[in-house]
Structure formats: C-alpha cells, structure tokens
C-alpha cells in the first residue's frame, strides 16, 4: 500500500494505545511539513531564493485533495519561505482528515470516546500494525546504513525534525544514529531541485516547531 509522507508520519507518530506520541503543535506542524514534502517529492514545488515557489511544469501525480488544495495556495498567493508555509498550511482539520483517510483505507480504525468522561473525542487505532512495522523496520535499516531513496531521506529526516527519531529507532545507538541522520540530509539523492527543497521544507518544520515552543515557555 502506497501512503503519502503525511500518512506515515501520523501512522509512525502513534503509540499501541492509538494515542499520538507528538504534541498537537508538534502533529500540526509536521504534517503541514509531510504536506510540502509530498509536492517536493513530486516536483511541484522549488525553492528559490530562500522561497518556496510552484513549479512552472505541475507533474501533478495521484490526485489528493489536501496536496491539491495546498498546491493552490502555494501557486496563487506570493512567496513565503518554507517555515512561513509550514506555520500557514498547519490544521488540525487537515490532520484529521489525514487520519479519517488512512481509515477509509483499513490502516486506522476510529473508535470515539470522551476526555475525562466528558470530552468527545477520537482516538485512532491500527488495523494493520505489519503495515507500521513494515515501515519502522525499513527506516532503522537505512539508519543503521542500508541504501535510502529521496522518499525514505525524505521521511527520516522528517520524524527527526519532529523529535520522533530516538523513539522509532531505539536499537540505534544516539551517535550513530545522528551521524547517520546528518549523513543523508548532506548526500547527493534524487533531483538537485527536489533534495534543495526536501531539506529547505525539514529546516522550516524544526524552526517553525522551534519558534513555538520557545513562545510558549516565554523564551
């Protein structure tokens, strides 16, 4: 099964207890990441001058209303820097629906319930656990050295901007797994075009992630 880096971030970011093991700043942010890390990946967006931009030629792919609609806005409104986009395109309605679509597809079940017994809420569950490990496996082989492509460069350096990497990895020691990390942010993967925005984009979510956190405590 094909998912977007939006839907394997929020899949990675859940613990067995359906609960997200990122904060709702953190999730937001993250996925608004994944969100322009799936159109770099695809080729329509560039940076530019420190700016993300829409790519002259769409390529377009499989159609996704989230990635369309946030392609839209990126095409028709005027230049921002990635961190700038990140904090833009954060929803908590799209991350809902990002896992109401990873349930249409069996991955995620839905079970409501209520926040101290009084809040209704949703807690998302996995239906298909090989389907997460399949993927926790394949990354912490990369990390401990095997041969990555542009998604799974993409991906890591993604959960580590996120702070999720010492959790999916914890039988990689903290050394080799941040010289590994800042390895394949460094290397020469894919397209130039598309490694120079994947990398702008995961720069943007740490700062932007950074930026708030460090409000929130004042500092």
């Known amino acids: ?7 394997e971030l929020l899949l990675l ?12 700043l953190v999730a937001t942010r993250g996925v608004a990441g994944a969100l322009l890390i799936e159109l770099a990946l695809r080729e329509r967006v560039i940076v530019r001058d420190g700016k ?11 159609p996704d209303p989230e990635l369309d609609a946030l392609y839209e806005q990126i095409r028709d409104g005027r230049p921002r820097s990635p961190k700038r986009w990140v904090q833009k395109a954060e929803s908590r309605r799209v ?7 990873l349930a249409a597809k069996g991955v995620l079940r839905a079970e409501p319930h209520r926040v101290l ?9 996995g239906q298909d656990p090989a ?24 991906l890591i350096a993604l959960v580590d901007a996120c702070g999720l990497a010492k959790t999916l990895f914890p039988s990689v020691d903290a050394h080799t797994r941040k010289a590994r990390i800042k390895e394949l942010s460094q290397a020469q993967w894919g397209a130039a ?3 120079d925005a994947v990398v702008a984009v995961r720069a943007g979510v740490a700062a932007a992630i950074a930026s708030a956190s460090s409000a929130s405590s004042g500092g």
């Open 95 to 101: 991350n809902a629906r990002v896992l109401a679509g």
């Open 13 to 24: 970011g859940r613990g067995p207890d359906g609960r997200s093991t990122m904060s709702g």
């Open 193 to 195: 075009a598309v490694r």
């Open 52 to 62: 993300l931009l829409a790519a002259k030629d769409d390529t377009g792919g499989p």
């Open 117 to 125: 017994g009084l809040f209704p809420s949703t807690r998302w569950t």
């Open 131 to 154: 389907l997460a490990d399949g993927i926790r496996g394949h990354l912490t082989a990369v990390v401990q050295g095997e041969s990555p492509n542009a998604r799974d460069v993409a």
């Open 1 to 7: 099964m094909e998912l977007t880096v939006a839907e």
